[in-house]
Nanobody, 131 residues
Framework: QVQLVESGGGLVQPGGSLRLSCTAS????????IGWFRQAPGLEREGVSC?????????AAADSVKGRFTISRDNAKNTVYLQMNSLKPEDTAVYYC???????????????????????WGQGTQVTVSS
């Protein structure tokens, strides 16, 4: 069964940190681009950051997270991480990971592609930044 499972969300104070995990089962992440997305109440789902699990290239889709969020992968664990530092209340959202395997598409292009371009989605994990 193909599945993506996110974990690591929770409640954190402004300025704090969280590390989200996205673990795949039923397929190998090595050949996929993995993206982190988030959706705040009343807003559309937006791309945050993406990584090509094969060559490790990354792209930050959201200017607001540059310098604060870092995406990485551990192919041995079939897991992609999103390290989130200096969290702000506006980072509050449900965070999703997705996997896509487009031919001949660079990570920066895939990261801003329509949501329907992604093959698999996780169920999401809630991140709440509040004092």
């Amino acid at each position: 069964q193909v599945q993506l499972v996110e974990s690591g969300g929770g409640l954190v104070q402004p300025g704090g940190s969280l590390r989200l995990s996205c673990t795949a089962s039923g397929f190998t992440l090595d050949y996929y681009i993995i993206g982190w997305f988030r959706q705040a109440p009343g807003l559309e789902r937006e791309g945050v950051s993406c990584i090509n699990s094969g060559d490790g290239s990354t792209y930050a889709a959201a200017d607001s997270v540059k310098g604060r969020f870092t995406i990485s992968r551990d192919n041995a664990k079939n897991t992609v991480y999103l390290q989130m530092n200096s969290l702000k209340p506006e980072d509050t959202a449900v965070y999703y990971c997705a996997a896509g395997r487009p031919p001949f598409v660079a990570v920066q292009s895939m990261c801003v592609a329509p949501l329907g371009a992604w093959d698999y989605w996780g169920q999401g994990t809630q991140v709440t930044v509040s004092s």
